[in-house]
């Protein structure tokens, strides 16, 4: 007479995820008559990879299982349905309370009408572009700032700064402004305006001085270094609007120490950003204000963290370079890896920059507004030439698609999809990639003068970091232990 198996003979269900697919993973102890039913059943098949039986996971392949071991063996879906483990995570930061709300809101996103450069009759105007919208259309049309240019079918403007306030006279509330990188300012009033015009403008709210961003331009400093300056300053102003500005012109330096010492609590800005807001205000009181009275040198700073940079290996750099079939793409990112090239400089590249008779790079105005040579890579080169006769740049290296220059948000956007593709498990920016030339360039035994001129550093201490995170040298070194 034929004998049930123990209550012992189960078979346990578990959750089995494998290309994106649910299955079910089959598992039972060592029993010859389960092993048979599950190859004769059809209910599940082996698999290879993971060395067990598997199936469907669908209630048609459940009742199957439950269907063929009738009698044989339990089926046991107790796994199969239990809430995922919570782990522990890495770490996690207290923050201490911020003393202060945010002081600049933002208002809500509107369409973007951009300004660019265009010859017309001889003469340079300002191009506005922008994806058609039924409310800027007629806005444009009917305000008299700028003229429907028939040829060119658009709107363009002159480059006065009256044209402009006039244009965003207009537009304000319907669309923002934005100038492309080739159109040049020199009217601190329209590059204010241009700045703030995401700020909601409401009660008590304080603009930042036009004094102030004159003064940042009268000694030369770049637009970048004057814009992160301008935020930063009406960031302060707005977090003491309720005291009035004149308030504020008095303040001493515990007030502006508190203020600063409230970012650091709050732990949601970095170091670098806090220093940032000191120097921005102490230009504000010494420079504009005329503060000498003032014990600027009493406002402390937070001490910045030494941190490695990022840098890949030669074979991560390699399934980066080949993770995108389009050639412009590669070029891009060929051009970060062999130059050790900043994404702005980049940007900023024009085809005449390309030097292949002396297989170099012309870097123009690059950070502190330095020129310099880099390498060209002789296979950047062939790269270079094929992109060349397939997109005919006309006058930057890289163009969008509308022309003038590639953004940065484009670069950004390129790498980030090439290290999602290439397979790198590593957290990486565009950056990464110069770090990794100066990196690599060391290893080979390059000196370190050579790479402190081609990364354009203004100081030898800047390119020494990569001394701590080159494997050169380190090969010929035994540890301890391994003498032991």
Not at 28 to 51: F, M, V
Not at 239 to 258: C, P, T, W, Y
Not at 308 to 327: D, F, M, R, Y
Not at 349 to 373: A, C, E, M, P, Y
Request: with cysteine.
């Amino acid at each position: 007479m034929y004998q049930y198996p123990t209550p012992a003979a189960t078979l346990y269900l578990n959750p089995l995820e494998h290309g994106g697919k649910q299955f079910i993973r089959i598992w039972h102890r060592p029993d010859r008559r389960i092993s048979r039913r599950l190859r004769e059943s059809g209910a599940a098949k082996y698999s290879k990879t993971y060395k067990c039986h598997v199936a469907h996971r669908t209630p048609q392949a459940i009742e199957r299982l439950h269907q063929a071991f009738q009698g044989v063996a339990l089926v046991d879906t107790r796994y199969l349905n239990r809430p995922r483990r919570l782990r522990p995570d890495l770490g996690a930061t207290v923050k201490g309370e911020s003393r202060q709300a945010e002081p600049l809101g933002k208002l809500p996103d509107l369409p973007v009408v951009r300004l660019q450069p265009l010859l017309h009759g001889g003469k340079e105007v300002l191009q506005v572009s922008f994806a058609f919208d039924r409310e800027i259309y007629p806005r444009l049309k009917d305000c008299g700032a700028c003229a429907w240019l028939p040829e060119e079918r658009c709107f363009a403007l002159g480059t006065g700064s009256g044209e402009i306030h006039r244009l965003l006279d207009c537009l304000e509330g319907t669309a923002n402004v934005w100038l492309a990188g080739t159109v040049k300012v020199r009217d601190m009033a329209v590059m204010r305006r241009l700045w703030e015009q995401t700020y909601p403008k409401d009660i008590g709210y304080l603009t930042c001085p036009l004094d102030y961003l004159e003064k940042l331009q009268l000694l030369n400093y770049s637009m970048s270094t004057i814009r992160t300056y301008h935020s930063l300053l009406v960031r302060f102003l707005n977090a003491h609007r309720e005291q009035g500005l004149e308030a504020v012109k008095a303040f001493a330096s515990e007030d502006i120490n508190r203020y600063h010492r409230a970012m650091v609590q709050s732990q949601a800005y970095s170091f670098s950003l806090v220093n940032q807001s000191i120097n921005a205000v102490k230009f504000y009181y010494q420079r504009v204000l005329g503060r000498h009275g003032l014990d600027l040198t009493q406002v402390e700073r937070p001490e910045k963290a030494e941190r490695l940079p990022t840098v890949l290996s030669k074979q991560e750099v390699t399934c980066i370079l080949s993770a995108t079939g389009n050639l412009k793409h590669r070029c891009l990112l060929q051009l970060l890896y062999a130059g050790g090239l900043r994404i702005g400089e980049v940007i900023n590249l024009r085809i005449t920059d390309v030097q292949s008779g002396r297989n170099l790079l012309l870097i123009r105005g690059g950070k502190g507004k330095k020129d310099r040579t880099t390498l060209l890579s002789k296979r950047l080169l062939e790269s270079l030439r094929a992109y060349y006769r397939e997109y005919r740049p006309k006058v930057w290296l890289f163009e969008g698609p509308q022309g003038g220059q590639y953004t940065a948000d484009s670069i950004r956007h390129v790498f980030n999809a090439c290290l999602s593709k290439s397979g790198v498990e590593r957290k990486a920016t565009p950056h990464s990639l110069r770090h990794s030339f100066a990196t690599h360039l060391l290893e080979q035994g390059t000196n370190l003068r050579y790479i402190q001129t081609l990364l354009g550093h203004k100081s030898s201490k800047t390119t020494e970091i990569y001394t701590h995170i080159t494997s050169h040298g380190l090969e010929g070194i035994v540890s301890p232990l391994d003498n032991l």
